[in-house]
């Protein structure tokens, strides 16, 4: 019996303007009186706000952020961080991308950062800063000491073969990008240690997702939903499919089909 919603938000709850559909937010908030809603994200918790606080979210909810690195409640409350990258990771991705100008965007818990390796797209991730009236990512050569624990390495997808750093790494596609993680950390492991802690029964969650970092879940758990504009393979993983985020394919599932997976009548197809 689910107790339990999970939702991703780029591309799975959010609309393409990143924002909760009107419909949506009001049927997860009546849903909230029977469910725990978790929302987990790539985002960091600041980005992850403003959803919580559409959808009411209360202190038995959960955020999970920066693709499973960090559980915090609403309130607060961290529970459990998993580890980051160090700068010799940075040094040994760098080694495997292709011997061409390159630029590694660094998630760390200071702030977002590119690293570049050409003074010309140095000097363009300065520029768009300035002209943003100091918004956006810091811009470095080198990544300085000082900053924090790397959260996250993002690398566009033409500059890297990643099959050399899969298992060392958890490395996945968003975007374009290569995203990779230290491999202790991503979403499905953050929902299992809150399973092993008790805090949760993996059973009994509902999970909608619709990204590459959604895959394992979708692989997992019993009950996964992959959004229509999900990646093929995503929506192969997964144990049902629904409409895309501009079609608001969380609130049609939510409206026609949760009741009658609680009651066993599981006859959605793919």
Known sequence: MIDTIALDLDGTLLDPEGRVPLKTGELIRRLKEDYRVFLISGRHFSEMEEAARILNLAERDMLISCDGMYIRRPGGEILHRFPGLRAEDLEKIKREMKPWAYTLCCITDEGPCTVDGSPLDYAKHRLMKSLRGGKGRLAY????????????????????????????????????????????????????????????????????GDSYNDLECMRRLKY?????????????AAAYVTGSNREEGV??????????????R???SK
């Open 141 to 208: 050569r080198q990544l300085p000491g000082g900053l924090g624990e790397i959260e996250k390495i993002s690398v566009k997808r033409e500059a890297l073969e990643p099959e050399r750093l899969r298992g060392e790494y958890n490395v996945h596609l968003n975007s374009g990008s290569w995203e990779i993680l230290n491999s202790q950390t991503g979403k499905f492991q953050a929902l299992s240690w809150l399973d092993r802690s008790g805090e949760i029964a993996l059973s009994r969650m509902l999970y909608f």
């Open 224 to 236: 996964s939903v992959a959004m229509g504009n999900a990646p093929q393979a995503v929506k192969e």
């Open 266 to 268: 599981e006859y959605i």
């Open 251 to 264: 609130y049609t599932f939510l409206r026609d089909s949760l009741d009658k997976l609680q009651s066993g």
